[in-house]
């Protein structure tokens, strides 16, 4: 297959754009479901890190209140990435529900995932709905008695798998998963830490490999010894080293050479990272009730006032709750626009909720998310009590947890979801 990379925003993907071109990563995944030996839990994923603390970890609403922070202070931003700090897909509704309200809230923003592939597959047809542009999954070796000296263990749902049980498992589940994003036209880079004497003759093969599978981009990263690993007396691949892999590589695949090996919270140009600079705000985010003060309350969509179980479509009225002193009060309830009206219905709706920081449903078509989300009033599709979905947001936490994977309508990816539910 052959590779399908365009020039684009994406600076990571187009050296040509990285002085004008910046990113961010959203931090929002701390777990991890493989150990590699290299890597140090303490710090960055090393799938596009160096190693290295994030300084925080954020949840979907308050990675939006950042981005939008960032964006005001770095306006060439175009790309968000979630990076970890563990794998974004072990954490999959912090990840999904991240994506989905960056991309309503900035249509523009390219949207871009690290990770190491292993619980891709699921989340395709979902990220690609969403709007996912590129990914990068870090493949280090394809041979299982390789891989098992890469990885001690890899967790598959409640198993546990070790060995080139373990590593025949997650290559399988790699290439799977590229196939799989290739499919769908997204942009796919992969990362291969070459590590002395365990991978570093097996790369070109990895190349060959991802060649077949139409991957755009291969980044050969030197593994840097992490201490307190199995790998922390490897030394560093000398640069040398580095060219002689790379330009075997390359006979295959295009490579990478402008990497930085940024941390799991970079942001900025690639070559003037921003991120110490903007450290602080993101630990205050971190530490925020998001826009309390100018949108108290939040809108529900609720049958009977006890769980949220409406389609935001389907609701001809709306609960509005505050977290006062004596707890979360039911304010008032107020009137939904009447169907009809396309996005002008959306518009008023917004008008309406604008004292609202968040609006809870059962489900929202993506219509109205982007202009409830443009507006400043975020969607949270949840399942459940409204005390929970309240506890979450007005405490900062992630209310996509209390959603139930959605059961498909049948319609797939055809369904445009103009918010009238199906
Ligand atoms: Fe995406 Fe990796 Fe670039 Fe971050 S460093 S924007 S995750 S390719
Ligand atoms: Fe560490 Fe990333 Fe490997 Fe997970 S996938 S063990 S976070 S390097």
């Given at each position: 297959m052959k590779a399908t990379l365009k020039p684009d925003r994406h600076p990571c993907f187009n050296a040509d754009v990285k002085a004008r071109c910046g990113r961010v990563h959203l931090p929002v995944a701390p777990h991890c479901n493989i150990r590699c030996n290299y890597c140090n839990r303490k710090y960055d994923c090393a799938n596009e890190s160096r190693p290295g603390v994030t300084s925080a970890v954020l949840t979907p609403v308050q990675a939006v209140r950042y981005l939008e922070t960032v964006i005001e202070k770095e306006p060439r931003i175009t790309v968000a990435g979630i990076a970890g700090p563990g794998d974004p897909l072990a954490d999959p509704n912090a990840t999904l529900e991240t994506m989905r309200l960056v991309k309503a809230r900035f249509p523009e923003m390219l949207l871009c995932l690290a990770t190491n592939?292993?619980?891709?597959s699921p989340y395709l047809e979902e990220l690609a709905g969403i709007g996912i542009t590129h990914v990068t999954i870090t493949v280090n070796a394809l041979d299982p008695e390789i891989g098992a000296r890469v990885t001690s263990w890899i967790r598959d749902g409640k198993a546990i798998y070790r060995g080139a049980q373990g590593a025949e498992l997650l290559a399988g589940r790699q290439l799977d998963a590229i196939a799989g994003l290739k499919a769908r036209g997204v942009a796919v880079k992969v990362n291969t830490i070459v590590i002395p004497g365990v991978n570093d003759e097996h790369v070109v093969e990895i190349a060959r490999k991802m060649a077949e599978l139409g991957v755009d981009l291969h980044n050969c990263m030197p593994m840097h010894p992490n201490a307190g690993t199995p790998f922390e007396h490897i030394p560093e691949p000398a640069p040398e080293r580095m060219d002689v892999i790379r330009t075997s590589a390359r006979l295959h695949v295009p490579q990478m050479l402008?990497?930085?090996?940024?941390?799991?919270d970079a942001v900025g140009l690639i070559d003037s990272d921003r991120a110490a600079e903007l450290r602080e705000c993101l630990s205050s985010c971190a530490n925020s009730l998001p826009g309390t003060e100018e949108r108290p309350y939040v809108a529900v969509a609720s049958l009977e006032g006890i769980l949220v179980n409406q389609h935001l479509g389907e609701a001809c009225r709306l609960q509005i709750w505050a977290n006062g002193k004596n707890g979360f009060t039911l304010v008032e309830e107020r009137d939904a626009p009447e169907p009809g009206g396309g996005m002008k219905r959306w518009s008023e709706l917004a008008e309406i909720l604008g004292d609202c920081k968040a609006v809870l449903v059962n489900a929202i078509g993506e219509t109205p998310r982007r202009a409830l989300a443009a507006s400043g009033v975020l969607p949270i599709e949840m399942n459940g009590f409204i005390q929970m979905g309240l506890e979450a947001v007005y405490s900062g936490r992630n209310p996509g947890q209390f959603k139930a994977r959605r059961r498909g309508c049948g319609k797939g990816r055809s369904c445009g979801g103009d918010g009238s539910g199906c």
């Open positions: 592939g292993l619980g891709l402008h990497c930085t090996r940024c941390r799991a």
